[in-house]
């Protein structure tokens, strides 16, 4: 019997994006290191930063966002900065990365750069520019400029809207959901989660559809929608399966906690809270790690442990200021921390709480509509 041909780096690496799909982390990247040290000894360049790209998106599923943003910025450096249009996903991920570990002005840079090049050809690709365009305004708004934020998605929807494609269009869905909930506009956020769902859902891909039903749970909770919320953090699980992260399943534990405390069930969102605080700790989502952590003070606060209330209110309200553009959540930490302090007789604590708060108020945005 002829012995077994020893994988290229190449093989290795179209094996080891398939692990990653699968979720097998460690064999993936046991591959992928291996397969980036054949390919820079046969000075493959292209293999090269197919291998960095693929171990910067285990780094992302592992919730190291700076050895993420490493291995992306690597890939630039390897491929000579790509072409935009045909390394689409490097940017989004390269440029999220940025935003969630809080630089949000290389984020903007990035998108800018890249749809500023794609603007100047004629033959760009209208879906394209959208994507650029949604991607900015998630950049824009992560950084708090909300206004900016909102421009650059209405500069998305004046584009060729026939020419989207129902991923594409789910993805503005999303966009627009976010922004709205993270500016306080419930309801209209919420027309947009339904919206978001009902194409997920009929694409088939569960996963997309996962994703849109967890957003959506987080707007019902904000919006006291506790049964509705309940019924779409159901479908959220049951979309994911077996495929969730550590990360993936510390954000809908989060919301799990959530809808426990609204549910009327301290003792279980405590658990549901740490549970979640265990899964985010080591991750680099400080937005979800402070509401997780305002859960756990809150839960605490409904059972009269004060001293670990107070302590849970701080890491909620510390955590949350990390998380640039989450204006409404910290403000809502201020919100409930000032109405504890207020009943330990705390007046200027609270009141100082309260103003804090209210400087966090949301603005007001222009309903941004996508033509069906």
């Not at 994988?7 to 397969?35: F, K, S, Y």
């Not at 956020?189 to 769902?197: F, S």
């Not at 990390?322 to 959540?329: A, D, L, P, T, V």
Request: overall charge negative; aromatic content about 6%; glycine content about 8%.
């Amino acid at each position: 019997m002829p012995p077994l041909e020893t994988p290229t780096p190449a093989e290795r690496v179209d094996g080891a994006l398939v692990q990653i799909g699968l979720e097998r982390l460690d064999e993936a990247e046991e591959e992928l290191l291996v397969a980036l040290r054949g390919a820079e000894a046969a000075h493959d360049n292209g293999t090269v930063a197919r291998a960095q790209e693929g171990l910067g998106s285990i780094s992302v599923r592992r919730g190291k966002t700076a050895a993420a943003i490493e291995w992306f910025e690597r890939v630039l450096e390897t491929a000579g900065r790509p072409d935009p249009a045909d390394q689409i996903e490097l940017y989004r991920a390269l440029g999220q990365a940025y935003s969630e570990s809080g630089r949000s002005g290389p984020a903007i840079a990035l998108f800018e750069e890249a749809l500023a090049e794609l603007e100047g050809r004629p033959d760009a690709d209208p879906a394209t520019l959208v994507l650029y365009s949604i991607y900015l305004s998630h950049a824009y708004g992560d950084a708090g400029d909300y206004g900016r934020a909102a421009a650059a998605l209405a500069d998305a929807l004046r584009r060729d809207v026939e020419d989207i494609d129902r991923r594409v269009r789910a993805f503005a869905y999303h966009a627009l959901a976010r922004l709205y909930c993270t500016t306080g506009h419930t309801a209209q956020a919420l027309v947009y989660a339904d919206k978001q769902v009902a194409l997920t859902e009929a694409s088939g891909n569960d996963w997309h559809a996962a994703n849109a039903h967890l957003v959506r749970a987080h707007i019902l909770l904000d919006d006291a929608q506790t049964d509705a919320a309940r019924e779409a953090l159901q479908a959220t699980r049951r979309l994911y399966g077996t495929r969730m992260s550590g990360l993936d399943e510390g954000w809908v534990v989060v919301e799990e906690a959530r809808l426990a405390l609204q549910a009327g069930d301290p003792d279980g969102a405590i658990e549901q809270a740490r549970l979640a605080i265990e899964l985010l700790g080591t991750q680099s989502a400080p937005g979800e790690l402070g509401d997780a952590y305002l859960v756990l003070a809150r839960g605490y606060d409904e059972l009269g442990l004060t001293d670990r209330a107070e302590t849970a209110y701080a890491a909620a309200i510390d955590a949350l200021q990390k998380q640039n553009g989450w204006h409404c959540e910290l403000g809502r930490a201020y919100r409930w921390y000032g109405k504890f302090l207020r009943r330990a007789g705390r007046a200027e604590a609270a009141l100082d709480a309260f103003e804090r708060a209210a400087d966090l108020a949301p603005s007001n945005l222009a309903v941004l509509e996508l033509p069906d």
